[in-house]
Structure formats: C-alpha cells, structure tokens
C-alpha cells in the first residue's frame, strides 16, 4: 500500500510497466528541485530557444545534482535544434565535435554545452572492429535521446519555464535508491563507448551509489575495450575522475571493477608499498580538499604526485648503473613519461610541468651558497615545495629538509642567511646534516604543518597561492 501511494504521488510505474517512449512528469512538489541552485546563464539559453519555438530542457548530470539538491558545476541544454539553428540564437557560439555535433554557447567564461536530441544509433553508424561507434550525427526525439544516454539518473529533462522534470527511465527512483543502472543491454553499451566503463566507476564513487549488478557484472570482462579507446578520450575522463572530489575511492573502485590496467600502469604496486600508498593518498586526500574547498588543482601536479614512485624506481636504477644523480632523474622521468604519454595522451603543458616538479626535488638537498635563493625565483618553486613536503610527509625523506624550507620560505632575508649559515655547519644533527637518500625511507612527522603552493594536491597553510599557470 505504501509503495502504490508513493507512485501514485511521483506518478511513476514499475519499470516493468513503464513505456520508454512516455515520460513520467514530475512537477515541482515531486521532485523537490530548489530553482535557485540553477544557472542564470542555462536559463538564458532554455528561454531563448523556447522563445524561438523550440523545446529546450537543462538535461544529464545537472538534472541529476539538482535532484540531489547539490549546485550543478556544469550546465548541458538538450533541445530538437539542430547545432546550425541554435548557433544563429546566440553572439558566441560555436558548433564542435566530429562523432557528434554540438553547441558550445559562451557567457563570459562561462560555457554551456547544447545538444540536438540524438536519435537511436543507425546499424549503419560507422563502427571499429570491436563495435565502437566512431561517428554519429543522426538526430531524433526526445526519447530516443533519453534512450541514448547512459545512465538513467542522466537521463532526465528539467525546464526551468514550468519546473518539470521529464523522466523515461526510472531515473528518480534509482536516485532515490542509490542505485547505477546502464540503459538497454549493458554488454552492447559498453562495446559502443567503453568509456562508460569509466564513468560508471566515476559516479559510483562520487556519488556513494551502487552499481546495479546487471550494469556491473560484464565490466572486469569488456574492460580490455578501453585500450580501443583513443587515448585522449582516455585521459579527459581519467582527469574528471582524479578530479572529482573522490579521487581516491575512485582509484580504488577502479581496481576493484579490474578497469586500471593500461590507465597508470604499476599503481598496483605503489598502492600496495606502504610507503607509495601514503605518499598517493596524501596527494589525492589533499586534491580531493581542495575541489570540495572550492580552490583550483593543476593536472601536472596531480599526475607527477602519481607517477612519482614510478620515477623515483628508475631514479634509483639509473644511479646504480653508474649515472650521475641529475641524469639519471631525468632519464627516469623521460621513461615514465613516454610510457604514459602513449597512453594517457598527457598534453605537453601537463608534462612540462611534472618535469619541473620532479627536476626540482634534488635541488632541495643544495641549502648552501646562492642556491636555495636561486631556486627560490624559480617559477614552479611553490609547486615543487609543496611536492617536497608531500615526500616528507610520507617518510620518503627526512621531515627536517621542508621544515628547513617551510623556515626559508617564510623569513625575511637576514634570517634566510641565518638558515643558510646552518646548513653549511658540519653538524651531524643539524640542518646541513642530511645524508642523500639512495632509496625511500621512513622519516619523522613534518611539523612544518605544509606550505600551498599553486598547484593544489600539496598540504594546506594561509601562504598565498600564485597562479597555477591555467590548470
């Protein structure tokens, strides 16, 4: 009784039931959304195409947050005109992507993504080997849109005119379950975007829901599909999911699902050295403060904090095999960056600035003369501080080395030449003491309590941040 009574208010079917071409409409009181948590600009761009005699609906994860009553970060607008006639409504638009078209309408900085209703998939679509869909440009109805997305809590339509929300899937009970359901034959999703094997990790975390076991059982099997994937596809959705606030549940639900294989080859075995597991989850535990902080995290810093076990294993070999410390690092990070860059299609400012990250940390060991002032001005210094106390923190290195920087740091100039006549003193227990590490080790706490550099997955303290160079 109880069940029939909360359908008959949501007016919502079994999905049994339930006709994918009909929607269930959900006004105002059903659904519970707060109109204030939408964007002025989303509903600029609904009204404006309404106005032209269009349909349009703010669709996809916003719908979703707006349900969970969370501010969406991102608006998308679904509406039946096509990408040529929604470009002419607006100053700034701008009609991209191959595989299918799209509408990017900017305000200021702040861009919306509008999308044609996509029609249900043609079996003429051209396809890979392996049943991959590489270009589609078909449009159609708004089910058949709904019936293209891929989740079902994505795949409803909200118009903020009247303030109903249109659901074909059963997407606000799985919401309210907690619940991920892949729309249509899980196996034949997959095989048409592997990349939903990502995104269902993704959501998963983030979202604390579960995978219906449907959605999830064929995905340890089809996981080799990602390797089809091309790499920088691979990457986008690998920087939203490091990037999402979860990060490392998210790292975690990957192994467990048997989908990190080939994304950061060897994180199987950081995670499982207690020294690399502390050193990833201090980054990815800091990274995950700051987006929920609301501050900006650089990629560079993120992916050097990854793959720094990676480095510092060649690091080590290199030495061994005679080559002087400098050399070698830089030996290490070509290796471990031509590797990932083949296959997580790392762009070059991404690169360049992990590089810079890892090239400094030797230099942190030179606190004598002109050479910590020179490192000082370097333009990536606060990054690379910030990767040094990471390693500290860890127990890589001595904890004495950042508190002797986050000292340098903060002084005035008498009292950096002070530290620096320290450091040059022969005293086994003072600041010139430290020994270089030929391997990781386990220090002391750092009592420095952290520096924040510009890039974001470091320790937090009120230092001002400088710009993190766009990332």
């Keep these: 009784m109880i069940k029939k009574l909360i359908r008959k208010i949501l007016g919502t079917k079994s999905k049994a039931a339930r006709d994918a071409n009909t929607p269930v409409v959900l006004g105002p009181e059903a659904h519970g959304i707060d109109p204030r948590l939408l964007s002025n600009n989303a509903i600029r761009v609904t009204s404006a195409l309404q106005e032209a005699g269009y349909e349009a609906f703010v669709v996809g994860g916003a719908v979703r947050d707006l349900l969970l009553g969370v501010k969406p970060k991102d608006f998308d607008i679904a509406t039946n005109a096509t990408p040529e006639q929604v470009k002419r409504l607006f100053r700034r638009a701008f009609i991209i992507g191959k595989r299918f078209?799209?509408?990017?309408?900017?305000?200021?900085?702040?861009?919306?993504?509008?999308?044609?209703?996509?029609?249900?998939?043609?079996?003429?679509a051209p396809k890979d080997e392996h049943g991959r869909v590489?270009?589609?440009?078909?449009?159609?109805?708004?089910?058949?849109?709904?019936?293209?997305?891929?989740?079902?809590?994505?795949?409803?339509?909200?118009?903020p005119a009247n303030q109903q929300v249109l659901d074909y899937h059963g997407g606000i009970e799985d919401i309210r379950a907690k619940t991920l359901r892949i729309i249509g034959k899980?196996?034949?999703?997959?095989?048409?975007?592997?990349?939903?094997?990502?995104?269902?990790?993704?959501?998963?975390?983030?979202?604390?829901?579960?995978?219906?076991?449907?959605?999830?059982?064929?995905?340890?099997?089809?996981?080799?599909?990602?390797?089809?994937?091309?790499?920088?596809?691979?990457?986008?959705?690998?920087?939203?999911?490091?990037?999402?606030?979860?990060?490392?549940?998210?790292?975690?639900?990957?192994r467990k699902e048997g989908l990190h294989h080939g994304l950061l080859?060897?994180?199987?075995?950081?995670?499982?050295?207690?020294?690399?597991?502390?050193?990833?989850?201090?980054?990815?535990?800091?990274?995950?403060?700051?987006?929920?902080?609301?501050?900006?995290?650089?990629?560079?810093?993120?992916?050097?904090?990854?793959?720094?076990?990676?480095?510092?294993?060649?690091?080590?070999?290199?030495?061994?095999?005679?080559?002087?410390?400098?050399?070698?690092?830089?030996?290490?990070?070509?290796?471990?960056?031509?590797?990932?860059?083949?296959?997580?299609?790392?762009?070059?400012?991404?690169?360049?600035?992990?590089?810079?990250?890892?090239?400094?940390?030797?230099?942190?060991?030179?606190?004598?003369?002109?050479?910590?002032?020179?490192?000082?001005?370097?333009?990536?210094?606060?990054?690379?501080?910030?990767?040094?106390?990471?390693?500290?923190?860890?127990?890589?290195?001595?904890?004495?080395?950042?508190?002797?920087?986050?000292?340098?740091?903060?002084?005035?100039?008498?009292?950096r030449e002070d530290l620096i006549s320290s450091a040059s003193q022969p005293s086994g227990g003072g600041a010139g003491g430290a020994k270089r590490k030929r391997g990781p080790r386990r220090g002391g706490r750092n009592r420095s309590g952290g520096g924040r550099g510009d890039e974001g997955s470091g320790p937090d303290n009120a230092a001002p941040a400088h710009d993190g160079g766009g990332d």
């Design 265 to 415: 080859p060897l994180l199987d075995v950081v995670l499982e050295q207690p020294m690399g597991f502390k050193f990833v989850t201090l980054a990815l535990d800091s990274t995950d403060a700051r987006i929920h902080a609301g501050k900006t995290v650089s990629p560079g810093f993120l992916f050097a904090s990854l793959l720094w076990h990676q480095v510092l294993e060649k690091w080590e070999a290199y030495r061994a095999a005679g080559e002087q410390t400098i050399p070698a690092l830089h030996l290490a990070a070509d290796d471990v960056l031509d590797s990932q860059t083949e296959k997580l299609a790392l762009q070059r400012k991404i690169g360049s600035d992990m590089r810079d990250i890892w090239a400094m940390q030797p230099r942190f060991e030179r606190r004598t003369g002109k050479a910590p002032h020179k490192l000082l001005e370097h333009q990536r210094f606060r990054a690379g501080y910030d990767f040094l106390l990471l390693r500290c923190a860890s127990g890589e290195i001595d904890a004495e080395i950042g508190e002797w920087w986050t000292a340098f740091y903060e002084s005035d100039e008498a009292s």
């Design 101 to 124: 078209q799209i509408v990017h309408v900017m305000f200021g900085n702040d861009l919306l993504e509008v999308t044609t209703f996509r029609g249900t998939t043609s079996a003429n």
């Design 134 to 159: 590489l270009r589609d440009n078909t449009f159609g109805s708004q089910a058949e849109d709904a019936e293209r997305r891929d989740f079902t809590i994505n795949a409803m339509y909200y118009n």
């Design 186 to 254: 899980p196996e034949e999703r997959y095989r048409e975007d592997p990349v939903r094997m990502l995104r269902v990790v993704r959501f998963a975390a983030k979202l604390k829901f579960s995978i219906e076991q449907e959605t999830g059982a064929p995905i340890k099997v089809m996981a080799p599909l990602i390797n089809n994937v091309p790499a920088a596809r691979v990457f986008d959705e690998m920087l939203k999911l490091l990037m999402s606030g979860h990060a490392l549940a998210c790292l975690q639900q990957l």
